[in-house]
């Protein structure tokens, strides 16, 4: 759900988008008359939003949804749908290129098709929309209303001229790309993810404001798609978020593909060009001007909190998004919210969690805390960064209460084999045990991977027990086991090798 700014516009419109339109935005679409009173009014049918619907459904209540524009959110609609359908089709392209010199294949010659690229995009996105379509909310139960709604009283939201009184009510509208004020900005076309995957012509020149997780795998798809791409980044490093050497070996990746890095850049100027346009960027008082075709922001994300009637409501509320305590109810206690409006770890996986907290939170009296949530999450660049539990900064904070183990993927066989090297395996445990704090994973399919070490902190499973689980060889997940060997051989202190020497003398 967008509540300002206009709504995202699907281009072309085409089968595959009529077919998305036809499920998550249905012509024609009758609202449901309300009923007196509802257990539960969910505003925002993003991930959040609809997975809370679905469960609160599901044990009988009575459940309103609510959505001023397209059901599935920025996940299914402008977000990790498309994005890795995109990533997955420059990958292809790349191994395509890349195979000669690597494994002895087929030289490749010639140019790919990239309206084929976002034409399959779109398919699989309209594929995929079912699972997320007014008629399947319907079908449950759910009473689903099209149109903006905004609280008119602590206890009711008001949509397309309906009034739906609520017991409890949760929050779900997500958040945008954040717009920056750079001048000239607002006179210039630019694309942000919620219209890069209009394209259907590849841009000769595609400069990227933004070196977090979207600018990166973005910058990186592109470029392997076969655009030249500059990055400008205004720290001084890509994902500042993220281990400073899983970092360092995504840097690298990028300029392997070819992308330019402006780093420690910071944009504050955009004007039109005959080619386009062109971006001034500045480092140390000095500019520079970069021309191009087409423009991306990718600089944050903004939680959608506007003409939401919040005060009315009396929720509080700062830049950052809905105020919400350990439980995620906010100073309303009769309403809850949930995902990127409420929420820093701003990932679909999060909202989906955190739904399914706050249903019992809400209806039940349930005391389920955000806090005892093990959240992973994952930067989908080529080699991947996964990561989950205490972050570095964490753990430099805590000092030698923190031993880590690292495992480079050099020393694992599997990715010796494939030609992927370039990663690690890092974790985090606490100073004399095997309990694992965190960890970073640096691979081809580090997302994957980081599941295995996931389910240990979540089940509190130390790193003893995985080095005591038996993985097939050979895979990559293997580095897990030689990341439990090299702690274990390190707990052989020189008094435990004389100790150990001493027994071996008398023992025949």
């Known amino acids: 759900m967008t509540t300002s700014g206009p709504p995202i516009e699907l281009d072309p419109m085409d089968d595959a988008n009529s077919r998305l339109l036809a499920a998550v935005r249905p ?36 459940v309103a949804l ?98 739906l009184r609520f017991r409890r009510a949760v929050i779900a509208t997500g958040a945008r ?28 020149h595609l400069i990227v404001l933004g070196g977090g997780p979207i600018g990166c795998e973005l910058a990186q798809a592109f470029a392997r798609l076969g655009t030249r791409v500059t990055l400008v980044q205004r720290d001084d490093r890509l994902l500042p978020h993220d281990d400073l050497e899983a970092a360092a070996l995504v840097h690298s990746a990028l300029l392997r593909d070819g992308v330019t890095l402006h780093l420690g850049h910071e944009a504050t100027a955009v004007e039109r060009s005959e080619a386009g346009l062109v971006v001034t960027v500045r480092r140390d008082g000095t500019d520079r001007r970069i021309e191009g075709d087409r423009l991306l922001v990718a600089l944050g994300r903004t939680p959608n909190i506007e003409r939401l009637g919040l005060d009315t409501a009396c929720i509080a509320s700062t830049r950052d998004g809905v105020t919400v305590n350990d439980r995620l109810q906010t100073s309303n206690h009769a309403v809850f919210a949930v995902g990127d409006v409420a929420c820093r770890a701003r990932f679909t996986h999060m909202a989906d969690f955190e739904a399914r907290l706050v249903v019992p939170n809400a209806l039940f009296y349930g005391r389920s805390k955000v806090s005892s949530l093990i959240v992973p999450w994952a930067t989908y660049t080529d080699p991947e960064v996964a990561h989950v539990g205490l972050d570095a900064e964490a753990v430099g904070r805590l000092g030698d209460r923190v031993q880590t183990v690292t495992l480079p993927l050099a020393e694992v066989d599997r990715a010796v084999l494939d030609g ?67 702690w274990r051989r390190g707990k052989l202190t020189p008094l435990v090798r004389r100790i150990l020497a001493l027994w071996f003398r008398f023992v025949n």
Not at 27 to 52: K, Q, S
Not at 88 to 99: C, E, F, K, N, V
Not at 118 to 147: C, E, H, T, W
């Open 27 to 62: 012509a024609g679409w009758i609202n449901p008359a309300p009923r007196p009173r509802y257990h539960l009014v969910v505003v925002g049918a993003g991930t959040g939003g609809l997975v809370t619907a679905a469960i609160a459904a599901g044990l009988g209540a009575r």
């Open 66 to 163: 609510v959505e001023r524009h397209l059901m599935g959110g920025d996940c299914l609609n402008v977000g990790c749908v498309p994005s890795k359908a995109m990533l997955r089709a420059a990958r292809g392209w790349h191994a395509a290129r890349t195979a000669a010199e690597r494994f002895g294949g087929p030289a490749v010659a010639g140019d790919g098709d990239f309206a084929a690229v976002m034409s399959r995009m779109r398919r699989l996105r309209a594929d995929l929309s079912a699972a997320d379509s007014a008629a399947r909310y319907r079908d449950m139960g759910v009473d689903v209303f099209l149109g903006e709604g905004a609280f008119v009283a602590r206890d009711a939201v008001e949509v397309a001229g309906a009034r």
């Open 177 to 204: 790309a954040a717009v920056p004020a750079i001048h000239g900005l607002d006179g210039v076309p630019f694309l942000t993810n919620e219209t890069v995957f209009n394209l259907t012509e590849r841009p000769a």
């Open 420 to 486: 992927a090297t370039d990663g690690f395996v890092r974790i985090h445990l606490a100073q004399g045990s095997d309990r694992i704090l965190g960890a970073t994973v640096v691979a081809e399919h580090a997302g994957e991977l980081l599941g295995e070490l996931a389910l240990a902190m979540t089940a509190g499973a130390g790193l003893s027990t995985i080095g005591k689980t038996i993985h097939p060889y050979p895979t990559q997940a293997e580095a897990f086991r030689k990341a439990a060997d090299r």
